[in-house]
């Protein structure tokens, strides 16, 4: 009885809460009738843009699943003193939203090489596998031969583009990675992390890939160490033995790409300094390693040494947008997805809402006429927003309403993760806690050492040349094909030919390919089937 009288007087105060502490505006219903037909007229004016995309843009949320942009959305206006839950996001703004569908071809939820296989090669394939198909099997180097699969990046190099990536974790990891590299593991960034057994069978590790396999106009991340031989010391912590060069052979990849670049202009670099000196209109290359492995969180980082997302991805547009046949360009907020692994929500929304002022720089500085520019995620986790919190409550606080064991809850929380918290069949007191620093780690139910993925549909935004093309529910490959579709580049070239039908299918049945073998099985159907009526 005492906890359900408790129960009764909270949801009253809430209630009441709720009631006095509402906006004057949004009490009068012409607030919500008129915002609506503003909606409504800009849905109408809407025309379809079909020209060719000279530009792809393609803004990658690493974990960025629809719970995640919620709370994102509202700490965006929250650090901007707003309730928070009526922000308009940058990526909100985009009028074309579809849903893809995550799963591996062996697992049942995926992780970001598997999906990052899907929608920048165009197939489907296995866990822990980038550029391969699913005959490749996982650490398996022999199954990689011969089943290696292109992606994007390549095919608009190969039409004359010039192309780039930018990440926030290191350029060898699962997401950039698979724009450049066939890897039967994930984890092989360097010669050091691979079994003896698959340099034996002739595979290469990722980092060496990088050098090698695309001609890269611009590389923005992290992963120094996967770059030069073991034991190099790194320039910012050349104490830090964990930072030191990790490769076996003996090779320094950056000298190599510097030495591969003769009569270009070039740059390496690995600090904030030495990358604002570099001038996109006279820069050809540019590789920029800022840290030996992953960057920074966007909340721990050293705003004198390591530049932003944002600043990033504008120096990587300014730089590619010079050459006259455009650019495909890969911007991964790989963080948000190493903040929900650890459990720790704010750090997650922080790196959201940084990816989002990169989107905005990225609208900035191109024009919607002929720049295809996507949002996406690759899959999500078991982040949940729950409770009853009041309009304009802290994102990162507690939820109002207590629990059956009368103790406070927070309004984020996961599934499984490093936050599981039960001591003698008890959660922790959260009352004198302060649930909103960076480092608080979120309740879990399950105990996990790093929360998992998961499993349900990501959302897929789009704006410019053929963005309607992005819409209902797709399987996540689609997404490849729809974008060099727009860009006219890869084997479909319709768009760009002024064709829509689908393209004729040779056909093997019978006397061989073409309408004549087609015949000649038609009426072999036919005749057996006259014969047996």
């Given at each position: 009885?005492e906890?359900?009288?408790v129960a009764?007087t909270?949801?009253f105060l809430?209630?009441?809460?709720g009631?006095?502490?509402?906006?004057?505006?949004?009490?009068?219903?012409?607030?919500?009738?008129s915002q609506?037909?503003?909606t409504?007229?800009s849905?109408?004016?809407?025309?379809?843009?079909?020209n060719?995309?000279?530009?792809i843009?393609?803004?990658?949320?690493?974990?960025?699943?629809?719970?995640?942009?919620?709370a994102?959305?509202?700490?965006?206006?929250?650090?901007?003193n707003?309730t928070?839950?009526e922000?308009?996001m940058?990526?909100?703004t985009f009028?074309?939203v579809?849903?893809?569908?995550t799963?591996?071809?062996?697992?049942q939820i995926?992780d970001?090489?598997?999906?990052?296989?899907?929608?920048?090669?165009g197939?489907?394939?296995?866990?822990?596998?980038?550029?391969?198909?699913a005959?490749?099997?996982?650490g398996a180097?022999k199954t990689q031969k011969g089943?290696?699969v292109?992606?994007?990046?390549?095919?608009?190099?190969?039409?004359?583009?010039?192309?780039g990536?930018?990440?926030?974790?290191?350029?060898q990891?699962?997401?950039?990675?698979?724009?450049?590299?066939?890897?039967?593991?994930?984890k092989?960034?360097?010669?050091?992390?691979?079994?003896?057994?698959?340099?034996?069978?002739?595979c290469?590790?990722?980092?060496?890939?990088?050098?090698?396999n695309t001609d890269?106009d611009?590389?923005?991340?992290?992963?120094?160490?996967?770059?030069?031989?073991r034991?190099t010391?790194?320039?910012?912590y050349?104490r830090?033995?964990s930072?030191?060069?990790?490769?076996?052979?003996?090779?320094?990849?950056?000298?190599?790409?510097?030495?591969m670049?003769?009569?270009?202009?070039?740059?390496?670099?690995w600090?904030?300094?030495?990358?604002?000196a570099?001038?996109p209109?006279?820069?050809?290359?540019l590789m920029?390693?800022?840290?030996p492995?992953?960057?920074?969180f966007?909340?721990?980082?050293?705003?004198n040494?390591d530049p932003?997302i944002?600043?990033?991805?504008?120096?990587a547009?300014?730089?590619?947008?010079k050459n006259p046949?455009g650019?495909?360009?890969?911007?991964?907020?790989?963080?948000i997805?190493?903040?929900?692994?650890a459990g720790?929500?704010?750090?997650?929304?922080?790196?959201?809402?940084a990816?989002?002022?990169a989107?905005?720089?990225?609208?900035e500085?191109?024009?919607e006429?002929?720049?295809?520019?996507?949002?996406?995620?690759?899959h999500?986790?078991?982040?949940?927003?729950?409770g009853y919190p009041?309009?304009?409550?802290?994102i990162?606080?507690k939820s109002?309403?207590?629990?059956?064991d009368?103790l406070?809850?927070?309004?984020?929380?996961?599934?499984?993760?490093?936050g599981?918290?039960i001591?003698?069949?008890?959660?922790?007191?959260?009352?004198n806690?302060?649930?909103?620093?960076?480092?608080?780690?979120?309740?879990?139910a399950?105990?996990?050492?790093?929360?998992t993925?998961?499993?349900e549909?990501?959302a897929v935004?789009?704006r410019?040349?053929?963005?309607?093309?992005f819409?209902?529910?797709?399987?996540?490959n689609?997404?490849?094909?729809?974008?060099?579709y727009?860009?006219?580049v890869g084997a479909?070239?319709r768009h760009?030919?002024?064709?829509?039908e689908?393209?004729?299918v040779?056909s093997?049945?019978?006397n061989?390919?073409?309408?004549a073998?087609?015949?000649?099985a038609?009426?072999?159907?036919l005749?057996?089937?006259?014969?047996l009526m």
């Amino acid at each position: 009885m005492e906890l359900r009288r408790v129960a009764v007087t909270v949801l009253f105060l809430l209630v009441a809460f709720g009631s006095t502490s509402s906006k004057v505006a949004e009490e009068n219903p012409e607030f919500w009738r008129s915002q609506a037909r503003r909606t409504l007229q800009s849905a109408l004016d809407r025309k379809l843009n079909t020209n060719v995309a000279k530009n792809i843009l393609f803004f990658l949320g690493d974990g960025m699943g629809i719970t995640t942009l919620t709370a994102a959305r509202i700490l965006k206006g929250q650090l901007e003193n707003q309730t928070g839950e009526e922000t308009v996001m940058t990526m909100d703004t985009f009028p074309n939203v579809g849903l893809a569908k995550t799963y591996s071809v062996d697992f049942q939820i995926a992780d970001s090489a598997a999906t990052a296989t899907a929608y920048l090669c165009g197939v489907k394939t296995n866990l822990n596998t980038i550029g391969v198909n699913a005959a490749a099997r996982n650490g398996a180097c022999k199954t990689q031969k011969g089943n290696e699969v292109t992606s994007i990046l390549k095919w608009a190099k190969d039409a004359g583009k010039s192309v780039g990536i930018v990440t926030t974790t290191r350029v060898q990891h699962a997401t950039p990675a698979t724009s450049y590299a066939h890897s039967a593991s994930r984890k092989w960034y360097s010669d050091a992390d691979m079994p003896e057994g698959a340099k034996r069978d002739g595979c290469t590790d990722i980092a060496s890939q990088l050098v090698k396999n695309t001609d890269i106009d611009v590389i923005i991340g992290g992963g120094r160490k996967y770059m030069t031989p073991r034991g190099t010391k790194d320039p910012e912590y050349p104490r830090d033995y964990s930072s030191r060069g990790k490769r076996k052979d003996g090779r320094n990849l950056i000298n190599e790409w510097q030495n591969m670049k003769i009569g270009k202009v070039a740059h390496y670099v690995w600090n904030k300094t030495d990358f604002n000196a570099v001038d996109p209109e006279t820069t050809d290359y540019l590789m920029a390693l800022f840290e030996p492995g992953d960057l920074r969180f966007e909340a721990d980082r050293d705003p004198n040494m390591d530049p932003s997302i944002v600043e990033t991805t504008e120096k990587a547009i300014r730089i590619l947008q010079k050459n006259p046949k455009g650019f495909f360009l890969l911007v991964e907020g790989g963080r948000i997805d190493q903040g929900h692994h650890a459990g720790r929500a704010s750090m997650a929304l922080h790196e959201t809402v940084a990816f989002d002022y990169a989107i905005a720089k990225g609208l900035e500085l191109t024009k919607e006429h002929e720049t295809l520019t996507i949002v996406m995620a690759d899959h999500s986790h078991p982040f949940t927003f729950n409770g009853y919190p009041f309009r304009g409550q802290s994102i990162l606080g507690k939820s109002p309403l207590w629990a059956k064991d009368v103790l406070p809850y927070t309004t984020l929380m996961y599934g499984n993760g490093p936050g599981h918290k039960i001591t003698n069949g008890k959660r922790p007191d959260l009352r004198n806690v302060n649930t909103k620093t960076n480092d608080y780690v979120q309740l879990a139910a399950v105990p996990t050492e790093s929360a998992t993925h998961s499993g349900e549909d990501v959302a897929v935004l789009a704006r410019g040349p053929m963005a309607h093309l992005f819409q209902g529910v797709n399987e996540q490959n689609y997404i490849a094909h729809a974008m060099a579709y727009a860009a006219c580049v890869g084997a479909d070239l319709r768009h760009c030919q002024g064709q829509t039908e689908d393209p004729v299918v040779q056909s093997t049945v019978a006397n061989g390919a073409g309408p004549a073998g087609v015949e000649v099985a038609l009426l072999s159907a036919l005749l057996a089937l006259r014969l047996l009526m």
